[in-house]
Each structure stands twice: as structure tokens, then as C-alpha cells.
């Protein structure tokens, strides 16, 4: 059974930097195109940043192009979310997602229809 697990969030001041990680077990993570989402109170989860099995092809909301980077370690299973001059509109739960249907190499698959399991999440709050 594939499992994820994020981790990295908590408290943070406006203008900080964060790096999340979610760490895959239980299946082929090189075969997974992964994707981070996130969701705040009142909001619906929408895409944050999206990448393919190989690492070469990704995407992104376009409000966080140019503050956060989406990158993988296929060695390691793990996919990272770095965040840089974090705002307090960033504070939300960011999930990590797996597609465990077929995926093509360079797509970034950027739907969270598209993605098949889960992590429980990792809840990030910026302060002003």
C-alpha cells in the first residue's frame, strides 16, 4: 500500500522560507508523477506545484512562480516543496499527492483529479 507522509510545516514570520518533504513508501516512486496542493479555510484545494516521474517536467500556480520550487530525489523517494517570502495568504494545509495510474515521463499532471493517494498533510501559518 502506498503511503506518504509530509513534513516541514509549522509557524513562520511573513518574508521566511520553508522547505516541506513527503516521503513515499510502499510503491515505485520513480513511477509516480507528484504534485503538491494545498488548502485554507473557506477555500477550495487548489494546485501549488506539480512535477513528472522524471523530474523534468513541472508546473505551478501562477500566483507562486518565482517563490516556490517543486524537486524530487528518486533515490531518496521524496519530493520537496521549497517556499521562499512566505505571506500570510500561504498559510494553509499543503498535501502531498501521488498518481498511481500511468503517467507519462515529463508531464506534471497539474489536476488533483488526476492524483490517487494521499498524504495527511502538513499545516503551514504565516505570521504578518
Known amino acids: 500500500q502506498v503511503q506518504l507522509v509530509e513534513s516541514g510545516g509549522g509557524l513562520v514570520q511573513a518574508g521566511d522560507s520553508l522547505t516541506l518533504s513527503c516521503v513515499v513508501s510502499?510503491?515505485?516512486?520513480?513511477?509516480?508523477?507528484m504534485g503538491w496542493f494545498r488548502e485554507s479555510p473557506g477555500k477550495p484545494r487548489e494546485l501549488v506545484a506539480s512535477?513528472?516521474?522524471?523530474?523534468?517536467?513541472?508546473t505551478s500556480a501562477d500566483s507562486l512562480k518565482g517563490r516556490f520550487t517543486i524537486s524530487r530525489d528518486n533515490v531518496k523517494n521524496t519530493l520537496y516543496l521549497t517556499m521562499n517570502r512566505l505571506k500570510p495568504e500561504d498559510s494553509a494545509v499543503y498535501y502531498c499527492?501521488?498518481?498511481?495510474?500511468?503517467?507519462?515521463?515529463?508531464?506534471?499532471?497539474?489536476?488533483?483529479?488526476?492524483?490517487?493517494?494521499w498524504g495527511p498533510g502538513t499545516k503551514v501559518t504565516v505570521s504578518s
Open positions: 499527492a501521488a498518481r498511481g495510474r500511468a503517467a507519462l515521463l515529463e508531464y506534471p499532471y497539474p489536476r488533483e483529479r488526476e492524483y490517487d493517494f
Open positions: 512535477i513528472s516521474r522524471s523530474g523534468g517536467g513541472t
Open positions: 510502499g510503491g515505485t516512486f520513480s513511477s509516480y508523477a
